[in-house]
């Protein structure tokens, strides 16, 4: 059974930082890959950034320079560092594992963590 369990947000003022965690079991995160994804109120879920089983990360143009995804494949354990926040980034973020292993590419897997708020107060 595949399990996500999400930790590390809450409310920052703008211009601040937080770091988010998610923790696997029944899957690997550096075989499979994971994700970052998040929904504000009121619009759809977007992507964040990615990890591939390969190693390869990518971001959203609107975190890219703000927002670092590490993997700690010892602890299968992923973590989304967040600086530099604005009201924009205020949504719930969920984390996701991917498919399959690829070496460069991410395929999301309909597993999903149960999500944590972050609000931005400005």
């Known amino acids: 059974q595949v399990l996500l369990v999400e930790s590390g947000g809450g409310l920052v003022q703008a211009g601040g930082s937080l770091r988010l965690s998610c923790t696997a079991s029944g899957i690997t995160f550096s075989v499979n890959g994971g994700g970052w994804y998040r929904q504000a109120p009121g619009k759809q879920r977007e992507f964040v950034a990615t990890?591939?089983?390969?190693?390869?990360?990518r971001y959203a143009d609107s975190v890219k320079g703000r927002f670092t995804l590490s993997r700690d494949n010892v602890r299968n354990t992923m973590h989304l560092e967040m600086s530099s926040l604005n009201s924009e980034d205020t949504a719930v973020y969920y984390c996701n594992v991917g498919r399959k292993f690829r070496w460069t590419d991410y395929a999301p897997a309909d597993y999903w963590g149960q999500g944590t708020q972050v609000t931005v107060s400005s």
């Open positions: 990890v591939s089983g390969g190693g390869i990360v």
